[in-house]
């Protein structure tokens, strides 16, 4: 009987002592630095992607969705099979080379662009491509971090990691907006890009030794991808996780697919304003994940994430009220109000997967959740995409504002509804029985 070797690396460090924490471990430094700037350009050119469909190319509300729903498509067929990869090679090679390649990807928007060539097909092509790369990035990225810090240490650096991402999508949206004012939609997009280099530097910094299993003790990539699944299946608390996202994600997706044309539209406000709202949203974010470990404390891991969903997410019902019934900036403070629970509630159950899936399985369980929860995201972005043009932008956010918040109800009929605190990792599945080694799999 083989056994799955996981990529070796040097047990991550222990856990820090001081004021200080984990800005005191280089290598974490190097990664945050990274990501928070990707993260900037990514909140910069996700806004510019959405303007220059409907500023510069006139996209209705079904394109902007076609678009949205392309950068997720790949995880319905890329998802499963990268995580068995990952799971073989270096995870910070992988995320390198994804790094160069997204600044190539986004960068030809604005080229395009000065050319004279821009149009929708290009925006769909580019969104399908740089989701395929982000498949195996994402991937990668998820099973790297325990690998750097001690499994003590992995709700700070999720806490730290996503109030650095939460505070570039604060001020990413806004420079979108100033950008596409100032020149053009397509500016933001070559921002976008450039930041992946910056992310690539940091990356290539970082000092953990990674070595792939060998190639005899490899199983072959079926039976590898049928490893993670099963785990995925069979554990209860993983499984509920992975329901409860890709509900939450078919809902927020459908709102994400109309919300610039409902701003745009429906409220009649400027783009450099479409901005202002995005990064006033942001700041939710920011506070949720500041938040999240402070909350957990107080009231438990899986506690904590209950109420994040069940009292603070529905404040999201006062967002299609805007322009009507409600000033925009209200239903933009409850809108962040609402993205504060959700981004809290990701930090929570993100850093409970990491310390609970076993080591040599982390990418394929990860990548077999993703597929199940992202799987739903082109669904509820064609989903909102279409429906913003039968029923309106606004009768959508109000249909899908509906769809997140049950979400909840997967929570409370699963066994973490009795729970304080998430469960410790569980032992890990014997091994398939296997046949000869599959050394061209």
């Known amino acids: 009987m083989t056994t799955t070797v996981p990529i070796e690396t040097p047990a991550p460090p222990d856990r820090p002592r001081g004021r200080w924490g984990l800005w005191a471990h280089g290598d974490f430094r190097r990664l945050w630095i990274g990501e928070t700037t990707s993260t900037l350009g990514t909140a910069v050119g996700g806004v510019a992607l959405s303007l220059v469909a409907v500023v510069t190319l006139g996209a209705g509300p079904l394109a902007v969705g076609v678009i949205n729903a392309a950068a997720w498509l790949p995880w319905l067929f890329l998802g499963l099979p990268a995580g068995a990869w990952v799971d073989r090679w270096p995870r910070l090679r992988v995320m390198l080379v994804c790094d160069l390649l997204l600044l190539a990807l986004f960068g030809s928007v604005p080229v395009a662009g000065w050319l004279g060539v821009l149009s929708l097909a290009q925006l769909a092509v580019v969104a399908l491509l740089t989701g395929a790369v982000k498949v195996f990035f994402s991937t990668a990225y998820g099973a790297l971090l325990p690998t750097l810090v001690a499994r003590a240490d992995l709700l700070e650096a999720n806490v730290k990691l996503r109030s650095g991402a939460s505070a570039a999508e604060i001020a990413g949206p806004g420079v979108a907006g100033l950008l596409s004012q100032a020149f053009g939609a397509a500016s933001g997009m070559l921002a976008d890009s450039l930041t992946y280099l910056v992310s690539a530097v940091c990356l290539r910094r970082i000092g953990t030794e990674e070595r792939p299993p060998p190639v005899s003790e490899r199983r072959g990539i079926p039976r590898e991808i049928g490893e993670g699944v099963r785990f995925l299946l069979r554990d209860p608390y993983l499984r509920t996780l992975a329901c409860f996202a890709a509900v939450g994600n078919l809902g927020l997706n459908g709102i994400q697919a109309v919300q610039t044309v409902f701003l745009v539209r429906s409220v009649g406000i400027e783009p450099g304003a479409v901005g202002g709202v995005f990064a006033l949203v942001s700041v939710g974010g920011l506070a949720g994940a500041m938040l999240a470990g402070r909350i957990a404390r107080r009231l438990g891991t899986a506690r904590a994430l209950l109420v994040c969903e069940l009292v603070v997410a ?56 993703a597929t199940v929860n992202y799987s739903a995201i082109p669904v509820g972005a064609l989903l909102g995409g279409w429906l913003g043009e039968v029923i309106g932008a606004r009768s959508t956010i109000w249909l899908m504002a509906g769809v997140l918040l049950s979400a909840g109800l997967v929570l409370l009929a699963s066994p973490l509804r009795g729970l304080r605190d998430f469960p410790t990792r569980p032992s890990a599945p014997a091994a398939d029985p296997a046949p000869a080694p599959d050394p061209a799999a």
């Open 314 to 369: 529905p404040f999201i019902l006062l967002l299609p009220l805007a322009g009507e019934r409600l000033p925009l900036v209200v239903s933009a403070l409850a809108w962040a109000v609402a993205v504060c629970g959700v981004v809290a509630g990701n930090v929570l159950a993100g850093s409970f997967s990491q310390a609970y899936c076993p080591p040599e399985l982390i990418g394929r369980i990860r990548a077999s959740s």
